[in-house]
């Protein structure tokens, strides 16, 4: 027999008289398996429970983190407003409107790019601008769904005094504003690619 006509494969076929154990240690690796936590590796003993366990708790961990960004862009919202208007300089004293909107478009700027860096890092979209604008279309809805239960409250219900304003602007408004604009910037907004 020569070179040629030898199965190839196993460096125990070469050396027929070779005892069993080293054939088997000898014998070519099998095809090599994915390591856990890589791409194509079938965790067969992880009950489904564990999987499920992961989610939620990846989901409360953005939730925080999209309040904590949430909580700072109202006192950057708030504190620049009360800036702006009452503050020592009094700059826009008089001027609710405009000191409200300089207020709001700083917060909401501040907010994605706090969102973009720590939130959803990762997954962020590799066309910033469509991510921005995308961002600020969620953050005008938030304040429409607002402005809503403000004119619900008012011409619906006929309340008017302001505890009902303030509940339901910044009480059933924000809640629900909140829910959309956490939802709409999961699915919508930061679907870039997972990076590591």
Same mark, same amino acid.
């Given at each position: 027999?020569? #070179?040629?006509?030898?199965?190839?494969?196993?460096?125990?076929?070469?050396? =027929?008289?070779? =005892?069993?154990?080293?054939?088997?240690?000898?014998?070519?690796?099998?095809?090599?398996?994915?390591?856990?936590?890589?791409?194509?590796?079938?965790?067969?003993?992880?009950?489904?429970?564990?999987?499920?366990?992961?989610?939620?708790?990846?989901?409360?961990?953005? *939730?925080?983190?999209? &309040?904590?960004?949430?909580?700072?862009?109202?006192?950057?919202?708030?504190?620049?407003?009360?800036?702006?208007?009452?503050?020592?300089?009094?700059?826009?004293? &008089?001027?609710?409107?405009?000191?409200?909107?300089?207020?709001?478009?700083?917060?909401? @700027?501040?907010? $994605? +790019?706090?969102?973009?860096? $720590?939130?959803?890092?990762?997954?962020?979209? #590799?066309?910033?601008?469509?991510?921005?604008?995308?961002?600020?279309?969620?953050? +005008?809805?938030?304040?429409? +769904?607002?402005?809503?239960?403000?004119?619900?409250?008012?011409? +619906? @219900?006929?309340?008017?005094?302001?505890?009902? #304003?303030?509940?339901?602007?910044?009480?059933? &408004? *924000?809640?629900?504003?909140?829910?959309?604009?956490?939802?709409?910037?999961?699915?919508?907004? *930061?679907?870039?690619?997972?990076?590591?």
């Amino acid at each position: 027999m020569n #070179d040629e006509q030898r199965p190839r494969g196993s460096a125990a076929a070469l050396e =027929p008289a070779a =005892p069993a154990l080293e054939s088997v240690a000898l014998s070519d690796p099998p095809a090599s398996r994915p390591q856990p936590g890589t791409p194509g590796h079938v965790n067969e003993g992880a009950a489904p429970a564990s999987s499920l366990t992961q989610r939620a708790l990846a989901w409360t961990r953005e *939730f925080i983190q999209f &309040g904590l960004v949430g909580a700072t862009a109202f006192i950057v919202d708030m504190g620049l407003f009360n800036l702006l208007q009452h503050g020592p300089l009094g700059v826009l004293a &008089g001027h609710p409107n405009a000191a409200q909107f300089i207020a709001a478009a700083t917060a909401t @700027l501040y907010s $994605w +790019i706090a969102n973009r860096l $720590w939130t959803y890092r990762g997954r962020t979209q #590799d066309n910033a601008t469509r991510e921005a604008i995308l961002f600020f279309v969620a953050n +005008i809805c938030g304040i429409a +769904i607002s402005q809503f239960c403000l004119l619900f409250t008012h011409d +619906i @219900l006929g309340l008017t005094s302001a505890l009902a #304003d303030n509940i339901a602007v910044y009480v059933v &408004g *924000f809640v629900l504003g909140t829910a959309f604009r956490f939802f709409f910037y999961h699915y919508v907004v *930061f679907t870039g690619r997972t990076r590591a």
